[in-house]
């Protein structure tokens, strides 16, 4: 698929820190050690509705990453993912009358433009689900050749995985089998289906049924499950032990801890990803924002009654990504002023000195992207600048920089 185009990124002096993350399988924040190039997988959206401000955080909060890492002199090869084929979707296209291509088409368009506003470094390989079903049943295939696959033998056709044939399964999440199953049950699983082998078994391939859209491939006629879905494609573009697997905090069990056991018992090494990355819950009004509770704000929607894209960004990035945090009305109106704030001070003729400026957004940010703090740190800067202090006649320049390089905020 098509990504969107990239922002430019603004040279700034020197270069950044090794970034630190909180990895949710060791339950601490540890170095990221790439090589020369780093690479990440970010679970994608969903496309039967318009980007809303979770989503939108936790893009953000990966864009960081892309961000500080290419700080710190290293290529980034960023993979995402498009679920435009599962049955959320079908089921919107259907209670809407709707046909489900367009609906995919129309929203992952939304998505594209809703991010390059954001400036979201775009991924180098934007993939659908469904463009990669050829690569997916060769999977599947494998898998049932090696073990860890089965037919469920009804006549469906369908096909699930194996969990108790992956020694290591659960380390992802860190989960008991009963946390393990209230999630399962609530985010797409069946754990009581008659004729899985275990209860946690997740679907890989739905057989062909009536009325529902199906593609030829090494298992048959049908379409596949959602965890093999990433799998396959982090798999085919980044290999295994890549440096960041993303998502935001519905996705640590069971997807990421599935996509990983597919992937680790499809190549028998380990792990699937160095470092598990997951952003908290957006909410409104204490609320968890999400498409069943239809408490949404759209950024398509923000943009079309004119908000500055760049004083959502500030928004959502003024406070932790871990956090679970609420969108209000006075945030929005914070992050107007503060953009207002820092338009007036780079448009000065001068200003304090801003290398420790650029020295503690960089340390601040490397730091489990501590982006309120990065955020204060500027906010002092301009403050001081305002008030007519410092005769530096590069510092607006340079803030002006930091901000755009490091933060994606383009003043
Ligand atoms: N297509 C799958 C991933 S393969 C999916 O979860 N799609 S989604 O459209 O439901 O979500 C897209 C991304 O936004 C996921 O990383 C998800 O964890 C994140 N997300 C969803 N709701 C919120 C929210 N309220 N706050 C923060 N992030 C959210
Ligand atoms: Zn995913």
Redesign the pocket.
């Known amino acids: 698929m098509d990504s969107w185009q990239s922002p430019e990124l603004p040279p700034l002096p020197g270069s950044g820190a090794a970034l630190r993350l909180y990895d949710t399988a060791t339950g601490e924040v540890r170095p990221t050690a790439p090589g020369r190039t780093a690479r990440m997988y970010v679970?994608?959206?969903?496309p039967y509705d318009a980007t809303h401000l979770?989503?939108a955080?936790?893009y953000l909060a990966f864009d960081l990453v892309n961000r500080l890492w290419r700080d710190a002199g290293h290529d980034v090869t960023y993979v995402q993912?498009v679920?435009d084929i599962d049955d959320p979707l079908l089921e919107r296209a259907a209670r809407d009358h709707a046909d489900w291509v367009v609906l995919a088409m129309s929203e992952t368009a939304l998505f594209r433009e809703d991010m390059e506003a954001l400036r979201v470094l775009p991924p180098a390989h934007y993939i659908g689900a469904v463009e990669s079903i050829g690569e997916i049943g060769e999977l599947i295939a494998k898998m049932l050749v090696s073990g860890s696959a089965y037919q469920l033998g009804d006549g469906t056709g369908d096909i699930y995985y194996d969990v108790s044939t992956q020694q290591r399964f659960g380390y992802e999440s860190g989960y008991d089998e009963a946390t393990m199953l209230g999630y399962f049950a609530e985010r797409g699983g069946d754990p009581d289906r008659p004729g899985k082998r275990n209860r946690l078994d997740a679907l890989l391939w739905r057989g062909a049924r009536e009325g529902e859209p199906r593609w030829e491939s090494a298992v048959g006629l049908g379409r596949p499950g959602?965890h093999i879905?990433?799998a396959a494609i982090a798999l085919g573009r980044l290999g295994m032990t890549f440096d960041v697997q993303g998502?935001?905090s519905?996705?640590v069990f069971p997807?990421h801890e599935m996509s990983a056991a597919h992937a680790e018992s499809l190549t028998g090494e380990w792990p699937f990803a160095r470092h598990y990355v997951h952003?908290?819950?957006?909410?409104l009004d204490g609320e968890?924002?999400?498409k069943s509770r239809g408490n949404l704000v759209f950024v398509s929607r923000l943009r079309g009654e004119g908000v500055d894209p760049m004083a959502i960004r500030l928004a959502l990035l003024a406070q932790h990504y871990r956090s679970d945090r609420s969108w209000t009305g006075d945030a929005l109106t914070a992050a107007q002023h503060r953009i207002a704030l820092w338009r007036s001070a780079v448009d000065g003729a001068t200003g304090p000195d801003a290398a420790p400026v650029l020295a503690r957004v960089r340390e601040r940010l490397s730091d489990d992207l501590d982006s309120p703090a990065a955020i204060a740190a500027v906010d002092r800067w301009a403050r001081e600048a305002v008030s007519g202090q410092g005769d530096d006649k590069d510092a607006p320049k340079l803030v002006r920089a930091v901000a755009d390089a490091l933060l994606g905020v383009k003043l």
């Open positions: 679970c994608g959206i969903t979770g989503h955080a936790t993912n679920t959602w879905e990433c998502g935001g519905d996705l997807h952003a908290g819950m957006i909410g968890k924002m999400s």
